[in-house]
């Protein structure tokens, strides 16, 4: 197999050029976006094998038998990558879909399941750990969490150093520093190492207790290591307010 050299990035399948704008105004923000139009678009960007999927987006008005063919091929090339089905009336297959690892929402989609659904993704990329994610997706819910803000909550949980957390963010000591007491005050911790020691009995639950929450269930838990961080994931920053004349 080819060494994954592109940076991993998000896969949407959305026919509809509104969606699909939306879609990537909500994820570049925290990595790299690769959009298709229809399945054909979604084959070829799967053939490459140069890239790690973060998750899979498929928006469309209905579950054909061709949306299960492509969800097949997605999962076939990123066995962990989260995913997502958004239908625009009663999906026909839900089992189908959850046995493949998708959820099945049906638009309108609420922006905190959408929050929700891109936190627990990011999540599990930078612990590499399902339970992990399962339990700041939980969190993310009760504390009404931005998805910045659920990163953060999983990176508390790993050995990161504040070096390392800098460089991995792609920002400044004093951005990090903010981010970091922002942080703690919502969760009402003393410090990154409380909060990370909080999340780890949170997601011990949920590998004790599966029924605890669902969106790992069924899920074989990945290799250990560290995952892309923003700035590997090449998220593009937010553009600086202008100033006032």
């Known amino acids: 197999m080819a060494k994954r050299s592109a940076a991993p990035a998000f896969l949407v399948l959305a026919p509809d050029g509104r969606a699909r704008a939306s879609w990537k105004e909500r994820l570049q923000r925290h990595g790299q976006v690769r959009m298709c139009a229809d399945i054909d678009a979604v084959s070829k960007e799967l053939q490459s094998l140069r890239r790690r999927w973060l998750c899979f987006v498929v928006d469309v008005e209905v579950d054909r038998v061709s949306i299960h063919r492509a969800l097949k091929s997605m999962r076939r090339a990123e066995p962990m990558a989260p995913g997502v089905v958004i239908v625009r009336e009663k999906a026909r297959a839900p089992k189908a879909l959850a ?3 998708f959820r099945v929402v049906v638009a309108p989609v609420a922006p905190k399941d959408v ?3 891109i936190g627990y993704s ?3 990329e930078v612990s590499q750990n399902p339970h992990i994610a399962a339990a700041v997706e939980a969190i993310g819910a009760q504390k009404a969490l931005t998805v910045k803000q659920m990163e953060l909550t999983a990176l508390a949980a790993t050995d990161l150093t504040r070096e390392e957390l800098v460089a991995g963010l ?4 004093n951005t990090v520093k ?3 007491r922002q942080l703690l ?3 009402e911790e003393d410090s990154m190492d409380s909060l990370g020691k909080t999340v780890l009995r949170l997601a ?3 590998a004790t207790h599966p029924s605890w929450t669902a969106p790992s269930r069924g899920i074989v838990p990945p290799p250990k290591g560290p995952g892309a961080m923003p700035a590997q994931r090449k998220a593009q920053k937010r553009a600086r307010p202008p100033r006032a004349t």
Do not use: D, K, M, N
Request: charged share 15%.
């Open 178 to 180: 903010t981010r970091v």
């Open 115 to 117: 929050r929700s659904f």
């Open 122 to 124: 990011l999540a599990l």
């Open 99 to 101: 046995g493949l690892g």
């Open 185 to 187: 005050r919502i969760h």
């Open 204 to 206: 011990l639950a949920h």
């Open 170 to 173: 792609g920002v400044s000591h």
